[in-house]
């Protein structure tokens, strides 16, 4: 199969109406509009009826950045799970360096995950997740450049002074945490300026989606494995954020389970241990009900 790779901002031939379904599994947890999760080894790639695909891994961060968004645009899609300690030799032809996230739709293909949340955001339709106002849009593209010093520095700090970018330690310098704490200063004045109670005003947006997978975890790990608690952050602001974000459907569907999660990085000691170790989706997500052909 052909699929043409796109620049970040092309555009979809057409623009997508998708109906608003919202349903709840047997736990009265929240599904995906869709209810299409699949394993990459019973995926057949192709399928018209899949529409809008995301080639995922569950537990990555920046994967989770365009699950969101395509929660919170409440659009109909298939996410296929990539094993990526394991990853399916078809899967380069779709990205061919061979990472997660990646989005394709009627031959199209588009990687990153910033980028990817963009394209979605211009070319479907859904609850709008940009800003309006051109100063707050601004703002909000301020954050999303952001993003990647925001995790860097809570990498830093959570990997302490006894392990590694990624890895997962302990007693984190007095310049880790500096440095991670100097990093949320776009996002303190976010909430300064409009007033909560996400990062740019009264409703979510792509800069929640880019900042929120990372401070989420970072917010579970530090005070287990550190002391430190990031909630505190920003005068208690972060935590009141957390709190708003973990409380969305879209949050709610594409978090990981709290205890399992913690439970692999006790073990892993790692914060990217899915690329090391085959991790299928209800594993950590067991509110997920995977499809098989």
Same mark, same amino acid.
Request: a negative charge; glycine letters at 6%.
């Given at each position: ?12 031939? =057409? ?13 009265? %947890? ?5 209810? &299409?999760? =699949? ?6 790639? @192709? ?5 809008? #695909? ?30 990526? %300690? ?12 061979? $990472? ?6 009627? @031959? ?28 707050? &849009? ?9 993003? +990647?010093?925001?995790?860097? %520095? ?5 990997? @302490? ?18 440095? /991670?704490? *100097? ?6 004045? +976010? /909430?300064?300026?409009? +007033? ?15 900042? /929120?997978? !990372? ?5 579970? %790990? !530090? ?15 972060? @935590? ?12 709610? #569907? ?5 205890? $399992? $999660? ?26 997920? *009900?995977?499809?098989?052909?």
């Amino acid at each position: 199969m052909n699929a043409k790779v796109v620049s970040p901002l092309a555009r979809c031939p =057409i623009k997508i109406r998708s109906p608003r379904l919202r349903t709840t599994s047997r736990n009265n %947890a929240p599904k995906l509009s869709s209810g &299409r999760y =699949i394993e990459a080894s019973d995926y057949v790639r @192709g399928r018209q009826e899949d529409g809008l #695909v995301l080639y995922s891994h569950t537990v990555c961060p920046y994967a989770q950045r365009v699950w969101l968004a395509l929660e919170e645009k409440e659009l109909e899609y298939t996410l296929v799970q990539i094993d990526l %300690a394991n990853k399916p030799s078809w899967y380069r032809s779709v990205n061919p360096r061979g $990472l997660v996230p990646a989005v394709e739709y009627d @031959g199209t293909v588009v990687t990153e995950s910033d980028e990817i949340c963009q394209w979605i955001e211009e070319n479907f339709d859904g609850p709008q997740l940009t800003p309006s106002d051109k100063d707050a &849009r601004e703002f909000a593209e301020n954050i999303i450049r952001q993003a +990647g010093p925001v995790s860097h %520095a809570g990498l830093g700090l959570l990997g @302490g002074s006894t392990s590694h970018m990624w890895g997962v330690g302990s007693s984190p310098t007095d310049a880790q945490i500096s440095a /991670f704490e *100097s990093s949320l200063n776009v996002i303190e004045e +976010g /909430f300064d300026r409009f +007033g909560g109670p996400y990062l740019v005003g009264n409703k979510v947006t792509l800069a929640d989606i880019s900042i /929120f997978p !990372f401070i989420e975890r970072f917010a579970l %790990a !530090f005070p287990e494995f550190s002391g430190y608690d990031p909630r505190e952050c920003c005068n208690g602001k972060l @935590g009141a954020w957390l709190d708003t974000m973990q409380n969305q459907k879209a949050s709610q #569907v594409t978090m990981a389970n709290r205890d $399992l $999660l913690l439970d692999a990085l006790r073990s892993h000691k790692s914060l990217d241990f899915f690329d090391y170790v085959t991790y299928p989706i209800s594993r950590l997500h067991p509110h997920i *009900s995977v499809t098989s052909f």
